[in-house]
């Protein structure tokens, strides 16, 4: 669960967007398990980036401030890579031309195991 304030806002404007999705489609939607899994390891990288923050503050030794800065870049490419697999918004309605082709390779598929 989200410790530092930054994990906690991320939390909740995905779940603000995730009911924004849910009203837009008059259904009530939820996280699916890998999604909350994903948010659970963006949240620990976060709370990992905001540990390490502290820790840099306090450090006095260049050396000790320049692993720290490392560790807490590589934490926030990393968040940032799993934030942008990540949709809250709902995939585009089907077109005609997709239901019609998706039609056709059933019907293909019942003939050639029929």
């Known amino acids: 669960m989200a410790r530092s304030a930054e994990a906690r806002r991320i939390m909740r404007e995905l779940e603000k967007e995730l009911e924004s ?3 837009r489609a008059n259904k009530k939607l939820s996280f699916t ?4 899994a994903t948010l659970d390891l963006i949240c620990a990288n976060l709370d990992r980036i905001s540990d390490l923050n502290e820790a840099y ?3 006095t030794e260049v050396k000790v401030r320049i692993k720290l800065s490392t560790e807490m870049r590589l934490l926030e490419a990393s968040a940032a890579r799993m934030l942008k697999g990540f949709k809250t918004d709902l995939p585009p ?3 005609q031309k997709t239901r ?3 039609r056709a390779a059933d019907i293909r ?3 050639a195991a029929g």
């Open 100 to 102: 019609s082709a998706r």
């Open 109 to 111: 598929w019942q003939n």
């Open 21 to 23: 999705a849910s009203q």
């Open 33 to 36: 398990a890998t999604e909350r």
């Open 57 to 59: 503050l306090e450090a």
């Open 93 to 95: 309605a089907e077109t």
